[in-house]
């Protein structure tokens, strides 16, 4: 079970445990999907449209922008920004996992709203996610910046991005886009627990499982969770991704045309002018590829270290 369960207190888990736990499933997770999340950032940064007919702008596909990456960069271009990315999902993870566990037992001791735990599931997932957020978001910065460059690169390592982000701009270059990721991430994550649980405890009925820990019906319940919540929020994710790599034009240049925003309103008025409403969806379908992927073993790893770490406590 994602969240604190009274019924069961054995597999209650510390908050430590809670944290490796969650530290472990963003891990195995990320070295899964960054190649997706590499094509998506590409695309979500593509001002020209992204179509196979008008073949304007360098990708307009999801194989073609494969082969085109894989021919130009090589295979290790899907996992440029790697180390940062990996860095993000584990301290992400562990602090979503940790703040989620925490509050849900808060709200089970300390109010009389327990009983409501579809939307326990959501206003609790959606805090715990802007909790992970605002600790990681410099985190995330620097991944979408390597995972946008092209060749030469313009950063050489994790080391010599930060020194010459914070030169050039500060600390806060390091916090672009993060207005857009907490408006988006509260009801994107608090939607993921809150489909998440609802599928669960739909198929646990219909299978009659006492305890299908680690089974694929949770894979798949994480996965549509992923794809419901990732569709109703994608816009916003977009936007953070543009503001993210301002001030960093000369890396996009090979990849066509770029545009340089002075802020949320500003970076929606000119997409919403310049591209249209299907601008605020480009890359929504190796997004929606990721979600599914990303969502579901997410959930699927976290529930089985769980399971492995309360059964740890149980044999000490």
């Known amino acids: 079970m994602v969240g604190y369960d009274p019924d069961n207190q054995r597999k209650v888990l510390p908050p430590e445990k809670a944290a490796l736990a969650g530290s472990l499933s963003g891990m195995v ?7 997706l999340d590499v094509i998506k950032i ?11 007919q008008s073949k304007q702008g360098k990708y307009w596909g999801l194989w073609q922008a494969s082969c085109r990456i894989l021919s ?11 180390v940062p990315a990996q860095l993000l999902s584990i301290c992400y993870g562990a602090v979503q996992f940790t703040s989620f566990e925490l509050l849900t037992e808060l709200v089970h001791n300390g109010t009389t709203y327990h009983s409501q735990m579809p939307a326990v599931h959501f206003v609790c997932g959606g805090l715990s996610a802007c909790c992970a957020t605002v600790a990681c978001q410099p985190l995330d910065t620097l991944r979408t910046r390597f995972a946008a460059q092209g060749e030469p690169r313009v950063y ?21 886009g993060l207005a857009p990721t907490v408006v988006a991430i509260f009801p994107y994550a608090g939607l993921q627990f809150f489909f998440y649980n609802i599928l669960k405890d739909i198929l646990l009925v219909q299978s009659k499982e006492a305890n299908p820990t680690g089974s694929f019906r949770k894979l798949l319940c994480g996965s549509c969770a992923g794809i419901i919540s990732k569709t109703i929020t994608y816009p916003f994710d977009l936007i953070k991704k543009r503001l993210q790599v301002g001030g960093f034009e000369e890396a996009r240049a090979p990849f066509g045309q770029v545009r340089s925003y002075q802020g949320l309103v500003d970076c929606m008025v000119r997409i919403a002018r310049e591209e249209g409403p299907q601008g605020f969806f480009k890359g929504l379908s190796p997004s929606l590829v990721k979600a599914a992927l990303s969502t579901g073993f997410t959930f699927f790893w976290y529930e089985l270290f769980c399971g492995l770490l309360s059964n740890q406590n149980g044999k000490q």
């Open 29 to 35: 997770t990320r070295a899964m999907i960054s190649p």
């Open 42 to 52: 590409r695309f979500q940064l593509q001002i020209e449209k992204l179509s196979s």
């Open 72 to 82: 130009e960069e090589g295979t290790t271009a899907f996992w440029k920004g790697h």
């Open 156 to 176: 050489r390592s994790l080391r010599h991005a930060t020194s010459t982000m914070y030169r050039k701009g500060g600390v806060l270059t390091f916090y672009r």
